[in-house]
């Protein structure tokens, strides 16, 4: 074979080695890249499942349970709706607010309670009466429009240590032991570390409730002085009721209703009780400040300039678009 003929298949040889070592190499740092990836994840979800466990059943026989049933009008369903509750809660007080019926409700609700000490009912008459659900739901609390704080504390940063939930619950108790009511409706996960921490007399002033539903909620905070919450739901919703909210997290995934002066981001503490008494000394011009300041979210008219902007694309019409709220 003539020495150039040899020399040109060497030379091939040594770049088709090379290139297959090359392609070796890529396909090496490639897996590594994929396992890394996968250790990341996996590194990653062990660490949320650890900081986020199931909370552990607390035990209802450690609390008195009261239930608040608003109501108007509602002879038809009001005893069987009491005998309901009884029979799923045998030991809870059942508090009837009436508001003003002109039915049958109020004497049946009294019938009840001439048959059982654990049902009550307060009676509401006009014109304090029929002037929203929001409104029974204070009476039932014995609350004050912009008179009261309302609470909500569930995430596992507030709820895992003994160390952040009683930093929380503290200074809760000092706002109330000042004269202003909180409110705290409890989450599972929080009562659990109550009991488990051995909390409870952290809330002995305040006024603790079961969870409320979504209605129940945005009724009460949409009369409080002050919202105090790890929610995130809650930081967009305060900025439509024109409440202010101390957001008791490390960060939020919000900072919009921060920057438009709706809330802030405290730790648990003197951070957060600071903060409280200092807003809560000017209330009301806090709240007509509040009241003028456009949601950053929207106006909650979306819907409309969809639908607007849908058929016009379709052909039907120059329909005008729904302004955006002043």
Not at 192 to 201: I, Q, S, W
Not at 233 to 239: A, F, N, P
Request: with cysteine.
């Amino acid at each position: 074979m003539p020495d150039a003929l040899h020399d040109r298949i060497v030379l091939h040889q040594d770049a088709v080695v090379w290139f297959a070592g090359l392609i070796s190499l890529a396909l090496v740092g490639y897996m590594a890249f994929v396992s890394g990836r996968f250790l990341v994840y996996w590194a990653g979800s062990r660490h949320a499942f650890r900081h986020n466990r199931p909370a552990e059943p607390g035990d209802p026989s450690a609390f008195q349970w009261h239930l608040v049933i608003p109501c108007r009008d509602e002879e038809a369903v009001v005893t069987q709706t009491l005998d309901g509750l009884r029979a799923a809660a045998p030991e809870a007080h059942l508090w009837v607010i009436d508001d003003d019926s002109e039915d049958a409700t109020r004497e049946l609700v009294l019938a009840a309670a001439a048959r059982d000490p654990r049902v009550h009912l307060v009676q509401r008459r006009r014109p304090h009466a029929r002037i929203g659900k929001g409104a029974a739901l204070l009476a039932a609390h014995g609350l004050r429009p912009d008179g009261y704080v309302l609470a909500t504390v569930h995430r596992p940063e507030n709820t895992d240590t003994a160390e952040a939930l009683g930093a929380v619950l503290a200074e809760l108790d000092r706002i109330a032991r000042a004269g202003t009511p909180v409110l705290f409706p409890m989450h599972p996960r929080t009562r659990a570390a109550v009991e488990r921490f051995g909390l409870a007399g952290l809330l002995e002033r305040l006024a603790v409730t079961e969870p409320v539903g979504y209605g129940d909620f945005l009724g009460l905070a949409n009369h409080a002085a002050l919202l105090v919450s790890d929610s995130g739901g809650v930081q967009e919703e305060c900025t439509v009721l024109g409440r202010p909210l101390l957001v008791v997290r490390r960060s939020t995934e919000r900072p919009e209703a921060m920057e438009a002066g709706f809330a802030a981001l405290v730790q648990p503490g003197e951070e957060l009780g600071g903060l409280a008494r200092a807003w809560l000394s000017d209330t009301p011009e806090r709240l007509a400040r509040l009241a003028a300041t456009p949601s950053p979210y929207g106006d909650g008219l979306a819907s409309a300039r969809i639908a607007a902007l849908t058929a016009a694309l379709a052909g039907r019409g120059a329909e005008p678009v729904v302004p955006l709220a002043a």
